[in-house]
């Protein structure tokens, strides 16, 4: 699913096509002084993309900075679709807190020619939080089936569970876990040796 998003063109960045005074949700043309569509009160006016002037959302050049606001949202949106693939990267590696700082920032752009990436970063928060919420549950039944090998003394089934888990998951019951583990096997180490020197004590007995 998330390759499909990625695959997807990039939305378009550019205001071709709108007139002055028109509103980009509804088209309604208003007055130039209006701050707000009277049609649909979406807002008329955002910060220029370079110099943070307030400019009408049909202004390709900033009067403040001459600044190409097409140009600019063009190289912002070069940005977002890095950041799209860093996202995805950080979901495959189970990193979901970076994920969603990502995707939090995205989701509050505001420009009227990147919108679609504030949509966009907002469904995909909702999906890093499902994600997130199933992986740690997974993990958590890792742990658990993990903790019951011990038990058994399946240690090295244990070790084979636990090395599944991705290490952005680990906590601190898996470490305790696994330090657990080390100490059975440190604790089987030496029984193994004292038999072993059990054994050769019997021996030298014998053939004395």
Do not use: H
């Not at 752009?109 to 919420?133: F, G, V």
């Amino acid at each position: 699913m998330r390759k499909a998003v990625l695959d997807e063109t990039a939305p378009s960045t550019t205001t071709d096509g709108l007139q002055q005074g028109q509103c980009p949700k509804c088209g309604m043309k208003n007055e130039l002084s209006s701050k707000f569509c009277m049609s649909c009160s979406e807002s008329l006016r955002e910060p220029c993309l370079n110099c943070d002037e307030e400019i009408g959302v049909w202004v390709t050049y900033c009067t403040q900075c001459r600044g190409n606001q097409d140009e600019l949202a063009e190289a912002k949106s070069d940005e977002y679709e890095e950041q799209k693939k860093t996202i995805a990267g950080l979901r495959v590696s189970c990193r979901f807190d970076e994920a969603k700082g990502l995707a939090a920032g995205m989701s509050e752009e505001s420009n009227s020619r990147l919108t679609a990436y504030a949509k966009w970063a907002a469904t995909e928060s909702e999906a890093i939080a499902e994600e997130s919420k199933q992986r740690v549950a997974e993990r958590d039944a890792s742990v658990k089936e993990a903790r019951r090998l011990v038990q058994e003394d399946q240690l090295e089934e244990a070790v084979r569970t636990l090395e599944q888990i991705p290490e952005a998951l680990q906590n601190r019951a898996m470490e305790k876990l696994q330090k657990e583990i080390e100490a059975k096997n440190a604790d089987l180490v030496a029984r193994v040796r004292k038999l072993v020197e059990d054994a050769e004590s019997l021996k030298q007995q014998v053939e004395v």
